[in-house]
C-alpha cells in the first residue's frame, strides 16, 4: 500500500518531503506532481526502479526516460549541450520542456535510447518538485504518468492513491497540477524536432 503525503503547493513540509526523500533513497517509486502533470520517479541508477515505470506504463525498450534536474547546472552533467543548444535550453528552463539529448558518462546505459545513446531531460518549474531535488541532491529518473489506453496523463493525487495503490510506494500529494504533459523536443541533431506538443510553447523550437 501507498504512502500519502499531502503537502502545500507553495510551502512543502519539510518532514514530508524528507520522508519521501528516504523512500527514494531506499528504492522507492514514486508518484509526484511537476508544473506539467504528475509523474512517476525513482532514484538514478535503480534498475528496479525502471522495470517497475515500464510495467506500469507499459513502455518498452525506445522510451525515453527524463531526469528531472534542479537547476541548468546539474542538466549539464548528464548531457552534452553545445553553444546553439545551451541557448535554447537556458531560454526554456524552468518550465514545461523535455529535451533529448546525447547523454554523458554520467548515465546508467540502461537508460538510454537503444540506438540514438540519448536520453530526456527537464528542469521543472514547481515548488514541490524542486524542495525534493534539493533535498535528494540528484536527478528524479522519471515518466510521464499517463496510464496505458489512456490519452491524458494523471493529474489529481488522491486517484493516483486509488488506482495504483500497490504499485508505487508513495503518492505526493500538491493538488491538483496542469492537464498537459511536458512538450518534447529533441536537439540530438542538427535541426530541433518536436516530438510531442504539450504545456511548453514551441513557437522558439519552429
Not at 53 to 70: G, K, P, S, W
Not at 81 to 89: A, G, I, Q, T
Not at 93 to 122: C, D, N, Q, W
Request: hydrophobic letters at 35%; aromatic letters at 6%; charged letters at 30%.
Amino acid at each position: 500500500m501507498a504512502r500519502y503525503y499531502d503537502v502545500h503547493p507553495d510551502n512543502p513540509q519539510p518532514r514530508a518531503i524528507g520522508q519521501v526523500v528516504d523512500l527514494v533513497r531506499g528504492g522507492g517509486l514514486i508518484a509526484y506532481p511537476t508544473d506539467s502533470c504528475y509523474a512517476l520517479g525513482c532514484r538514478l541508477g535503480d534498475e528496479d526502479g525502471l522495470d517497475r515505470i515500464r510495467q506500469i506504463r507499459q513502455l518498452d525498450e525506445r522510451h525515453h526516460f527524463t531526469l528531472v534536474c534542479r537547476d541548468f547546472a546539474q542538466l549539464g552533467q548528464f548531457v552534452k549541450v553545445s553553444n546553439s543548444v545551451f541557448r535554447l535550453v537556458k531560454a526554456s528552463t524552468p518550465g514545461s520542456y523535455t529535451f533529448i539529448l546525447p547523454a554523458t558518462r554520467e548515465v546508467p546505459r540502461r537508460m538510454l535510447h537503444p540506438r540514438k545513446r540519448t536520453v530526456g531531460v527537464r528542469v521543472p518549474d514547481h515548488t514541490v518538485v524542486q524542495a525534493l531535488l534539493a533535498e535528494l541532491g540528484e536527478p528524479l529518473v522519471s515518466s510521464t504518468l499517463i496510464l496505458p489506453g489512456e490519452e491524458e496523463p494523471m493529474t489529481q493525487g488522491w486517484e493516483i492513491k486509488e488506482r495504483l495503490d500497490h504499485l508505487v510506494d508513495a503518492v505526493l500529494d500538491a493538488g491538483e497540477c496542469g492537464k498537459e504533459p511536458t512538450t518534447v523536443i529533441d536537439l540530438s541533431e542538427d535541426e530541433p524536432e518536436i516530438l510531442r506538443r504539450g504545456a511548453g510553447d514551441t513557437a522558439r523550437f519552429e
